[in-house]
């Protein structure tokens, strides 16, 4: 079994490895030769904390396994380490043997900011010039600088809920060289991408906060009940997603469709533009919007090259097992 420890991962794998690796696969779930496996999700009932599995196989690219972990609330206070943990294992599709062992938290950090990316490299306006961010947590300033790469961005604007955290976005757009700027919601109408990335259970992105021809990937509501734009925003877009099982039950779409607002149908694959088969962006005045729910195969196509890496580069641990 092939090891790679969390703290190996930042020096191996590349923004633009983790985009390749997510853009492949996203690709191949649209056309049928990959697919996730049912969630699971539970409270364990113990140091409150939430703990699962999202698994699949890639049978083009030859991923086959599970992301185990999840949400421990009290590890920073109690034990120093973050309070997301999470370890991929992949498994051998000829044989079913244990294949490797991958440190998971920056992997999905990585992975999540990568699906944003690849929306916006497909689906965005060409000459898409101001950034708007809504979120200025952890994963805010990852997606911030994956989105950063996709187009020539001349500014930054960013709302937050919690005004304090804002300069966590503010030091990337520096060091990535595009001026910032703090905006009041109504403000976002500037920009020309949106990324949404928070832990709401309120929308706070309206239809009136977006200007038309935006495109907006929303990358926070990946569980029932939390929502970040309003469902009469949602209703005249575009809508595309990782995954549409994902999308109508526990992502952005769950509540336009709850309120009968859209249907199912309206909600197209981000692996169909990929592929082609579906158009995309059809004009420059369309909001297209990415309801990115995060799967199980995006850990798992990342994993996989992170394991390639080590291997190329020597430094991964081998353990006979
Ligand atoms: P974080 O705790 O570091 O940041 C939370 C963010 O949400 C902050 O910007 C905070 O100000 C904002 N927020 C909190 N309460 C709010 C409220 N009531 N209204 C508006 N904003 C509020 O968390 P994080 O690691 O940055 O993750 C953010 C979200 O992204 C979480 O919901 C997480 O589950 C989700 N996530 C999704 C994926 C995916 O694949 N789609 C992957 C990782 C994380």
Redesign the pocket.
């Known amino acids: 079994m092939i090891v790679v420890p969390e703290k190996e991962i930042a020096g191996l794998l590349t923004r633009a490895d983790a985009f390749d690796a997510v853009e492949k696969v996203f690709a191949s779930m649209s056309k049928g030769s990959a697919y996730n496996f049912p969630v699971i999700r539970e409270a364990i009932g113990y140091e409150d904390a939430l703990y699962g599995f999202k698994g699949g196989f890639d049978n083009t690219g030859m991923a086959l396994g599970l992301k185990a972990g999840g949400?421990w609330p009290n590890n920073l206070e109690k034990h120093g380490e973050i309070?997301?943990q999470s370890t991929v294992f992949l498994f051998d599709p000829d044989t079913g043997k244990v294949k490797a062992m991958v440190g998971g938290n920056l992997l999905?950090?990585l992975?999540?900011a990568a699906?944003s990316s690849v929306s916006i490299k497909h689906l965005a306006r060409k000459d898409a010039k101001v950034m708007g961010m809504?979120?200025?947590?952890?994963?805010?300033?990852f997606?911030l600088r994956a989105a950063l790469e996709q187009r020539e961005f001349e500014k930054v604007i960013g709302w937050?809920?919690?005004p304090e955290?804002l300069p966590?976005i503010e030091k990337v757009a520096d060091e990535a060289g595009v001026p910032f700027e703090a905006v009041e919601l109504d403000g976002l109408v500037e920009a020309d991408v949106v990324i949404s990335?928070?832990?709401?259970?309120?929308p706070?992105i309206m239809a009136n906060h977006i200007a038309p021809g935006t495109h907006i990937a929303?990358?926070?509501?990946?569980?029932k009940g939390?929502q970040?734009v309003e469902a009469a925003l949602l209703a005249q877009t575009t809508v595309f997603t990782?995954e549409v099982a994902q999308s109508i039950s526990i992502?952005e779409a769950q509540h336009a469709i709850a309120a009968g607002l859209i249907q199912q149908s309206d909600v197209n694959e981000l692996g169909a533009v990929i592929n082609g088969t579906h158009p995309g962006r059809t004009s420059d005045d369309e909001i297209t919007l990415f309801d990115?729910?995060?799967?199980g195969l995006?850990d798992l196509a990342v994993a996989s090259s992170i394991v390639d890496l080590a291997v190329e580069k020597g430094i991964a641990t081998i353990v006979e097992f």
Not at 197 to 202: E, M, N, V
Not at 218 to 223: E, I, L, N, S
Not at 292 to 295: D, L, Q, Y
């Open positions: 949400y309070n997301h999905t950090a992975r999540t699906a809504v979120g200025a947590g952890h994963q805010a300033t997606q937050n809920y919690h955290m966590n990335i928070t832990s709401t259970f309120a706070t929303c990358m926070g509501t990946d569980t939390k970040e990782d992502g990115g729910t995060g799967v995006q």
